[in-house]
């Protein structure tokens, strides 16, 4: 059976970091990545990365945030430096068999859990 189970996330001030857990379960995918969605807004690709090692970053987390996988563990991390206001939001891990980046890709989705960032 297909699972993503997520871990991480939190209440933090400012400045300080995070680290996200993902561990799939079930099968391997080709690309996985973390989505966010903040209050009001449209649920927006944060980082995404490929089996490949390849790797996606959104504008607004770029130089903060890092995505890694451990392909042996079929694991997927966001560590996130200096966290801002603005990125308060609940994060969702997801899994596509194929393809990656538009939200329409991904088949298996994580929970979700809210990082919480004041100033």
């Known amino acids: 059976q297909v699972q993503l189970v997520e871990s991480g996330g939190g209440l933090v001030q400012a400045g300080d970091s995070l680290r996200l857990s993902c561990a799939a379960s079930g099968r391997a995918f080709s690309n996985m990545g973390w989505f966010r969605q903040a209050p009001g807004k449209e649920r927006v690709l944060v980082a995404s990365?490929?089996?490949?090692?390849?790797?996606y970053y959104a504008n607004s987390v770029k130089g903060r945030f890092t995505i890694s996988r451990d392909n042996a563990k079929n694991t997927v991390y966001l560590q996130m430096n200096s966290l801002k206001p603005e990125d308060t939001a609940v994060y969702y891990c997801a899994a596509a068999v194929d393809y990656g980046l538009k939200l329409r890709d991904y088949d298996y989705w994580g929970q979700g859990t809210q990082v919480t960032v004041s100033s």
């Open positions: 990365t490929w089996r490949g090692g390849t790797t």
